[in-house]
Every structure is written in C-alpha cells, then in structure tokens.
C-alpha cells in the first residue's frame, strides 16, 4: 500500500503562483510514473500533468502547457506541480497519483486533494 499526503493548495488571485507537493510512502513505492490531476466542482477528474519516475520524462495537458511544471526528486519520494500564472478556470481540487505500470495506463494509488482556489 502506498501513501500519498498533498500539500500547498491554497488561495490565490489570478496571474499568481502556488506550488503543490505530493510525499508519498510505503514499503512497496516503486511507481513507473506520477501524476497530478483535478476535479473541478460539477466537472470530471482530469489529467494534469505526469512524470516517469525513471528519466523523468514529463508530459502535460494543453490547457497547462507553458504555466506548469512537474518535477520529482527521487531520494525524496516526492512530486511537486509548480503552477504558474494561475487563472480562475485552474480552480479545483487537485490530487497526485501513482502509475504502478508501464503496461497499465491506470493509476493506481490516489491522495486525498489538495483545494485550490484561483480568484479573479
């Protein structure tokens, strides 16, 4: 089982900064990826961004291309999204994920959020 603790969420105006952490633990960690995603209010759960675990190749949705940034720091075990140039439709509840797979797009182990607030 894999624990995983968000932190950094908060209130912020447009045009603003926060930053999101994800620390994760647990004796059988060994994720081939990790990923941010959020949950706007009325709205599907969507993928944000995503990062291997190994090479760290990273890959992002086109609404966020350009304005954030995943980063791990593997000693650690924690990811981080530095969102940038916030605007208010950046609005939601935002969750890190573990893809145990390389085979399995699923991810398989969930935080329980972080709320972020963007006003305009």
């Known amino acids: 089982q894999v624990q995983l603790v968000e932190s950094g969420g908060g209130l912020v105006q447009t045009g603003g900064s926060l930053r999101l952490s994800c620390a994760a633990s647990g004796r059988y960690f060994s994720p081939y990826a990790m990923g941010w995603f959020r949950q706007a209010p009325g709205k599907e759960r969507e993928f944000v961004a995503s990062i291997r675990w190994s090479g760290g190749r990273t890959s992002y949705a086109d609404s966020v291309k350009g304005r954030f940034s995943i980063s791990r720091d593997n000693a650690k075990n924690t990811v981080s999204l530095q969102m940038n140039s916030l605007k208010p439709e950046d609005t939601a509840v935002y969750y890190c994920?573990?893809?145990?797979?390389?085979?399995?797009?699923?991810?398989?182990?969930w935080g329980q959020g972080t709320q972020v607030t963007v006003s305009s």
């Open positions: 994920a573990v893809r145990r797979s390389q085979y399995n797009s699923r991810y398989d182990d």
